[in-house]
């Protein structure tokens, strides 16, 4: 065997990384659970800190990571209260302290649960559409802006009601309704992190026929899952799923959540791609996804000039980090 062939074959260190930090995780959800009927306030406290510390370990160290705060829109109103937020590196340090973040220096907000609940879902979707009205665009000059708020968020949750069973088709299943209570893309969650059961990140395709995709495949395709003919916005929750033919053990819930984050990140703040480009490339098990709840939107949830641009041949394949691209992970 050649030195490259072992090379490609060695487990990377990064797994061992992060099992270390999903254990640590683990040890501590179980501590504070055994107190949490007596002090339900501290064990939510207790773990946001613990997401806190793992954001600030694992992102780019110059992106400041705070805990419980509102996000203030430039027209003054304020967003929900948010678990734990992630700041530009920008930030002004004179407002940091301040619980009132501003809009346009958010880079992402998230709900943290120590065990998330079926229950919980529906408030997490208002408290989506709520963030995204408030960090809205100034202006959707591509498909990529159009689909995607410029503030991440989503769910980091330590364990959950399904995570005893094992049970992904029951999130699936929830995540589903979730995306059916969505009026437009931009309110999607992009992350939904539970650390002992599975990660789901969001993968959305804007699929169009020629000059696209060849006539026979789209035809196929639109057969298939019922699209109309002009065309889709496909939006879909992947996670890991066991493929036959395919040797590939179930990942870490951590690594998949922080590959996630850098990746959107790297969207906003280009001098993170190549960070985000190794570690969707880094040796890990786990990297074939599968899909799980799926939503399909008409072209015409994008600005009209957008999709104008799309039917005259706009979109590009296989062109990294295009904002025109037909796919974002």
């Known amino acids: 065997m050649s030195d490259g062939a072992a090379e490609s074959s060695q487990p990377h260190d990064l797994l061992d990384f992060m099992n270390e930090v999903s254990h640590?995780?683990?040890?501590?959800?179980?501590?504070?659970?055994?107190?949490?009927?007596?002090?339900?306030g501290t064990a939510g406290d207790e773990g946001e800190s613990l997401w806190k510390e793992i954001l600030s370990g694992w992102l780019p160290r110059d992106?400041?990571?705070?805990?419980?705060?509102?996000?203030?829109?430039?027209?003054?109103?304020?967003?929900?209260?948010?678990?734990?937020?992630?700041?530009?590196?920008?930030?002004?340090?004179?407002l940091i302290a301040k619980k009132q973040y501003l809009a346009g220096g958010v880079?992402?907000?998230?709900?943290?649960?120590?065990?998330?609940?079926?229950?919980?879902?529906?408030?997490?979707?208002?408290?989506?559409?709520?963030?995204?009205?408030?960090?809205?665009?100034?202006?959707?000059e591509s498909p990529y802006k159009?689909?995607?708020?410029?503030?991440?968020?989503?769910?980091?949750?330590?364990?959950?009601?399904?995570?005893?069973?094992?049970?992904?088709?029951?999130?699936?299943?929830?995540?589903?309704?979730?995306?059916?209570?969505?009026?437009?893309p931009q309110d999607v969650l992009d992350v939904i992190c539970i650390a002992d059961l599975a990660c789901w990140t969001r993968f959305t395709t804007?699929?169009?026929?020629?000059?696209?995709?060849?006539?026979?495949?789209?035809?196929?395709?639109?057969?298939?899952?019922?699209?109309?003919?002009?065309?889709?916005?496909?939006?879909?929750?992947?996670?890991?799923?066991?493929?036959e033919g395919v040797d590939d053990s179930a990942p870490n819930a951590i690594y998949v959540l922080i590959s996630k984050?850098?990746?959107?990140?790297?969207?906003?703040?280009?001098?993170?791609?190549?960070?985000?480009?190794?570690?969707?490339?880094?040796?890990v098990p786990g990297k074939n996804g599968g899909a799980g709840a799926v939503r399909n939107w008409p072209l015409s949830v994008m600005p009209d000039e957008v999709v104008q641009q799309v039917r005259l041949g706009g979109l590009t394949s296989g062109v990294h980090w295009s904002p025109w691209s037909t796919g974002y992970h």
């Open 24 to 40: 640590e995780l683990q040890f501590e959800y179980e501590r504070i659970t055994r107190r949490s009927k007596q002090d339900p």
């Open 206 to 243: 804007v699929a169009c026929g020629p000059p696209y995709w060849p006539a026979d495949l789209w035809e196929k395709s639109r057969n298939l899952y019922g699209w109309p003919e002009e065309g889709v916005i496909h939006d879909q929750y992947s996670r890991w799923m066991e493929m």
């Open 63 to 94: 992106l400041p990571v705070v805990t419980k705060g509102r996000i203030l829109g430039a027209d003054g109103n304020s967003s929900p209260q948010v678990d734990v937020l992630v700041l530009h590196s920008g930030y002004p340090e004179k």
């Open 146 to 184: 159009a689909l995607h708020s410029p503030i991440i968020y989503g769910v980091l949750a330590n364990s959950s009601e399904w995570s005893t069973r094992g049970d992904v088709l029951k999130v699936d299943s929830v995540l589903s309704d979730l995306f059916s209570s969505h009026s437009q």
């Open 261 to 283: 984050l850098l990746r959107r990140i790297a969207w906003e703040m280009p001098q993170y791609r190549g960070l985000a480009d190794y570690w969707n490339i880094a040796n």
């Open 107 to 140: 880079l992402a907000a998230f709900e943290c649960k120590l065990t998330l609940r079926k229950r919980d879902i529906a408030k997490i979707g208002e408290n989506a559409r709520a963030i995204r009205e408030i960090a809205a665009r100034a202006k959707d």
